[in-house]
C-alpha cells in the first residue's frame, strides 16, 4: 500500500472525523471527506498554474490579457477540468443496478468517488465566487452553494441516483467555457464560434431546461411516493435548492441568446 493510502486511510480512521459525518447526519461521508478536500485544494493549484502553462501554448495572445483575464481565464480552466471529468465520469451511474433499485437511498462506492469531486469543486467554487461577488453577482453565489449542498447530502445516503442526471448540466459548460476562450484568442464572431454557439444553446436548453426540469419532476414524484425516510425540511431544502439552480439556468439561457446575437446579427440588406 503506497505512503498516500496509508495516509488517506488515517484521516478516514479519525475518530473526530468520524463523530463528525455522524453527527451532521451523513455517515458515508466519513471515507470520502479527505477526497473532497483534496480536489478542493487540487483545483487551487490547477488555477494558480494554469497561466503558465496557457502562456506556453498560447503565446502573446495570452500574454497580452489583462490580469483580470488571466484570472477568469484560469477559473474557466478548472471548471472545464471539472466538467469534462464528472460528465465522462458520471454516465455509468446512470446505469447502476443498486441505485436504479432504489433511487432515493441506494448507495454505490463509484458514484460517492465521483459525488466526491464534484463536491471537492464546487466547495472550492464557493470560495471562489464569495471572493468575485462583486462582479460576478450573488447568482454565482447561490448556484455553488446550492450544488455543494445537494451533493453532500448524496452521503447520507440520499439521491445518489438523480445526482448523476443533474451532473449532466456540465455538458453545456463545456462550451460556454469554449465560447469565452475563443472571445479572448480573437476568434469573435468566427463561424467556428458560431458552430461552438449553436451546439452550446442547443445543449444547454435540451440537457439544463428540458431533461433538468423532466428529471427534477420525476425526483420530486419519486420523493412523494417513496420518501418516507426523507425529513419534510429536508424535502423542502431540496425544492429550494433545486428550484434556484432551475431558475438560474432559465435566466442565463436568456443571457446567452441575447449573447449570441450580438455577436452574430445578421447582415442587412443593401436598399439600391
Known amino acids: 500500500m503506497s505512503f498516500i493510502a496509508v495516509y488517506y486511510q488515517q484521516l478516514v480512521d479519525l475518530p473526530a472525523a468520524q463523530s463528525a459525518c455522524l453527527l451532521i447526519g451523513l455517515p458515508k461521508l466519513a471515507s470520502y471527506w479527505p477526497a473532497i478536500m483534496g480536489i478542493a485544494v487540487f483545483c487551487q493549484i490547477l488555477r494558480l498554474s494554469s497561466n503558465t502553462l496557457s502562456s506556453c501554448l498560447f503565446g ?16 474557466r480552466v478548472v471548471s472545464q477540468a471539472h466538467a469534462v471529468s464528472v460528465v465522462i465520469l458520471s454516465v455509468p451511474i446512470l446505469f447502476k443496478e443498486e441505485l436504479i433499485k432504489d433511487t432515493l437511498y441506494g448507495f454505490d462506492s463509484y458514484s460517492a468517488w465521483v459525488y466526491s469531486i464534484v463536491c471537492g469543486y464546487f466547495l472550492w467554487d464557493i470560495f471562489i465566487s464569495i471572493n468575485d461577488y462583486k462582479k460576478q453577482g450573488l447568482g454565482f453565489v447561490v448556484h455553488a452553494m446550492a ?14 441516483y438523480y445526482g448523476a442526471s443533474f451532473i449532466m ?86 443571457l446567452m441568446i441575447n449573447a449570441v446575437r450580438k455577436r452574430f446579427k445578421p447582415a442587412k440588406s443593401k436598399v439600391e
Do not use: C
Open 147 to 160: 450544488s455543494f449542498s445537494v451533493y453532500i447530502l448524496s452521503f447520507k445516503p440520499s439521491l445518489q
Open 60 to 75: 502573446k495572445k495570452f500574454d497580452a490579457l489583462t490580469p483580470r483575464q488571466k484570472y477568469d481565464w484560469g477559473v
Open 169 to 254: 448540466f456540465e455538458a453545456s459548460t463545456i462550451f460556454l467555457n469554449i465560447n469565452w476562450w475563443m472571445d479572448k484568442l480573437g476568434l469573435t464572431g468566427s463561424r467556428l464560434q458560431f458552430y461552438n454557439a449553436a451546439t452550446l444553446l442547443f445543449l444547454y436548453f435540451t440537457v439544463r431546461i428540458m431533461f433538468g426540469s423532466y428529471m427534477s419532476y420525476h425526483m420530486f414524484e419519486d420523493l412523494k411516493a417513496k420518501g418516507t425516510r426523507t425529513p419534510a425540511a429536508l424535502y423542502y431544502f431540496y425544492r429550494i435548492a433545486n428550484h434556484s439552480v432551475l431558475v438560474l439556468s432559465y435566466y442565463w439561457f436568456y
